[in-house]
């Protein structure tokens, strides 16, 4: 069974002019949000085996890139990837990462050999077949109003700031600015009822009229002046 695992690790390397990206997809010794820890020793194999095979996307989704080389050191498993600059989804991610919109990476695999601390509930992968390496947005796709926190507000913010900055200034294809307008929408939509929501309750939060004060003239905005391939 193939599984996917989201890591908030930071971008190792980014060579604009060259449109090559770096990255650790795995961190070593330390337990996931998951439950299982990776050892340095879980990739070794598949990589040397099948490093041909082994595919760069984003969001799980599109393909944007052919990893060139991989790596590990004592924090984790890094890859070393070529954009696909002069295709349509690996020129959005390059995009997007010269933005600052990837804030995480993910790995597709299978887990072959590990062990399991049946007290602790904890998964040692001690070997893995890897599938393929993600770059990931940091765009809440599926944010639940009904479940948000208080705080949640200045993620819902920046979030959108975030849009707005890749929209205006990004050189995106059609189908990116589309799908990232949309979102931009929806966010604006969901801080409008989060806001009613803590009202409703009597709770005030810090600049309670943003963000949505300013997105009624900013999708508008956009959508007069979006420049798209």
């Not at 971008?11 to 449109?19: I, S």
């Not at 650790?24 to 085996?49: C, H, M, R, W």
């Not at 007290?119 to 890897?130: D, F, G, H, Q, S």
Request: proline letters at 2%; one cysteine or more.
């Amino acid at each position: 069974m193939k599984e996917k695992l989201l890591n908030h690790l930071e971008l190792k390397d980014f060579e604009e002019a060259k449109g090559l990206v770096s990255f650790y997809y795995s961190a070593f010794n330390n337990i996931d949000l998951g439950g299982d820890i990776v050892t340095p020793s879980a990739f070794i194999k598949t990589v040397q085996e099948n490093f041909t095979h082994i595919y760069h996307n984003r969001d799980h989704c599109e393909a944007v890139g052919k990893p060139i080389s991989f790596g590990q050191d004592q924090k984790g498993a890094f890859c070393v990837s070529q954009l696909g600059i002069k295709t349509e989804d690996g020129s959005d991610c390059f995009e997007q990462y010269k933005a600052g919109m990837i804030k995480g990476h993910s790995m597709e695999y299978k887990a072959i050999k590990w062990s399991y601390d049946e007290v602790k509930e904890i998964r040692t992968l001690t070997e893995c077949m890897l599938w393929g390496v993600t770059s990931v947005t940091n765009i809440p796709m599926n944010l639940d109003a009904t479940t948000i926190s208080i705080k949640s507000i200045t993620d819902i913010k920046y979030s959108m700031e975030e849009i707005e900055k890749y929209l205006r200034k990004g050189n995106i294809s059609e189908k990116s600015g589309i799908k990232f307008l949309a979102e931009y929408d929806k966010l604006s939509v969901l801080a409008k009822s989060l806001k009613e929501k803590l009202k409703a309750g009597r709770t005030t939060f810090e600049n309670e009229n943003e963000p949505e004060s300013k997105s009624i003239q900013t999708i508008n905005y956009l959508k007069t002046n979006l420049k798209i391939n």
